[in-house]
């Protein structure tokens, strides 16, 4: 956390071409859910700043939204008319913020937690906060993504921004666990940096504790890079595997 909240400032920064809405348009559709909230509720579960509510409040979703991190609070309030309903939470330990219609979890935010139990935890939290036949929508890094950008580095600019990515491969730390480092330079000299401390979550495993969490598992997805959702999940192909899953 005490990262992410350092690179806060520089987020939007470095991630400048995530195409947010596209993806989630697409992400929608394949859940079978309108894009158009027409006052309907979300709840956007590790929002970081909140590129990822961003496209949702504008297409008239009611956006409530957490992440552990203060500092990316502070900037998702920043993109809201009611601050208030952006807060500070984990994941593990959903405080009740109203029943809702949608969950998303997006960017590979699941991967930051390390053991079954841990997600079991969030399982629930979400299970809690969605209405019956509610939709939860979810994204996990595959083992393609950890073999390679986890496994490489990159320097690059983004105006007078100067990042480094610096891939760790394999954590000491446990099996499955992979690690990386995102360096920012900003104009004004400063070093800013936040290191990625993430676990591989099998499919398999993953619709199994949605179950007991009392969530369907519907579709497990491919997305290669581009946005590109395609129904079959390849754990060498792709770069992210999608889940879908209702509430009982």
């Not at 071409?17 to 697409?26: A, C, I, S, V």
């Not at 979703?61 to 203060?70: K, R």
């Not at 997305?223 to 209702?246: F, S, Y």
Request: net charge negative; aromatic share 6%.
């Amino acid at each position: 956390m005490p990262g992410y909240d350092d690179l806060a400032a520089v987020y939007d920064v470095f991630a400048h071409d995530y195409d947010h809405d596209r993806w989630l348009t697409r992400l929608l559709e394949a859940a079978g859910t309108p894009a158009e909230g027409r006052g309907r509720r979300v709840l956007d579960v590790g929002c970081g700043t909140g590129a990822s509510f961003v496209p949702l409040q504008r297409r008239g979703w009611e956006v409530s939204a957490c992440d552990l991190a203060p500092g990316m609070v502070a900037a998702a309030r920043a993109k809201v008319d009611q601050p208030h309903r952006v807060f500070a939470a984990d994941m593990r330990r959903l405080p009740d913020a109203g029943e809702v219609e949608l969950v998303t979890c997006m960017d590979d935010a699941l991967n930051h937690l390390l053991g079954d139990d841990d997600v079991l935890d969030a399982f629930h939290g979400v299970r809690r906060a969605l209405a019956p036949g509610g939709t939860f929508v979810f994204d996990v890094n595959t083992r393609h993504t950890y073999a390679t950008a986890f496994s490489a580095s990159e320097d690059f600019a983004v105006g007078e921004h100067r990042f480094a990515w610096t891939g760790e491969g394999e954590d000491a730390s446990g099996p499955d666990r992979y690690a990386a480092t995102v360096e920012a330079v900003t104009p004004d000299g400063r070093v800013r940096r936040a290191r990625h401390l993430q676990r591989h979550h099998d499919p398999h495993r993953l619709a199994a504790l949605l179950r007991a969490a009392g969530l369907e598992p519907v579709s497990v997805l491919g997305q290669r890079t581009g946005c590109r959702i395609e129904r079959r999940a390849d754990q060498a192909r792709h770069t992210k595997t999608v889940l879908i899953a209702v509430a009982r």
